[in-house]
């Protein structure tokens, strides 16, 4: 009994270390994916104002583009306050040396991450363009920034996948091991009960269950574990963009959902997988090994 339970204790502390690890990598996509959406949704479309638009045109055509689908946020900037801003950077007003306000009026369109593409852009300056041509003057975006950014955050994401791919082959070949070596005590009960007749999926059946168990276990260890991580032991700068990622609710459930999906899969898989591999050998080839 000592031993069987030492043998659980063991699988679990396995299981849950290699699950920790998965957790952080999902994590770090987690995170990557929504510093990428945020990165992206600070580019921006600057709309120029023309001298001849109605007044309040600028602030009416910032509320109607707020309410497009592919709008993060549509804000007006005055003339003055657009002047202030530079006058700042500067350190002097232009305006005392010209004798007026050489800046125009300016809507800045910020684009949702999805739409932060160059075709999806094209698109949207177009249909801009034909609604507002008479009202606005310019319409500007620094397209090389743009596909500079999401070349990097393509580079990145396969970089991220790769490296995930890898892990997880690790981590189910950890996983499988370390099962097959808590199954490797009871190979001659599997031979006993294959010779008495009892079918395979029978035989299989009760180590599956125990591992499932083992995994929930295991998947509830690396969350407790992950939970201190991100809250307690990271610095402030990191653990700031993490919580701001995942207190939302989608990100909370994938990494919960990942990890103990995981924790029943991997170990179920590999349960059923070792125990076939002792049903498959002779009583002499048992002995072997």
Known sequence: MKRYFGAKFTTTVSISLVLFVLGLLTIGGLVAAHMAQALREQFTITLTISDGAKE????????????????SEAIYISPDSALKVLQAELGENPADFLGYNPLPATVELKLKSEYAETDSIDNIVKELKQVHKRNVSAIGYNSALLDTVNSNLRRYAMVLVILAVALLVISIALIGFTVRLALHADRFLINTMRLVGATSWFIRKPFIHTHVICGLIASMVALVALGL??????????????????????????????????GILIPAVAAWYSAGHYLRRSVDELYLM
């Open 56 to 71: 309040g045109y600028g602030i009416r055509m910032a509320k109607d583009l707020s309410k497009a689908k592919y709008t």
């Open 229 to 262: 991580l991100i809250y307690g032991g990271l610095t402030q700068g990191f653990a700031s963009v993490m919580n701001e990622c995942l207190l939302h609710p989608m990100p909370l459930i994938i990494l919960v959902g990942t990890v103990v999906a995981l």
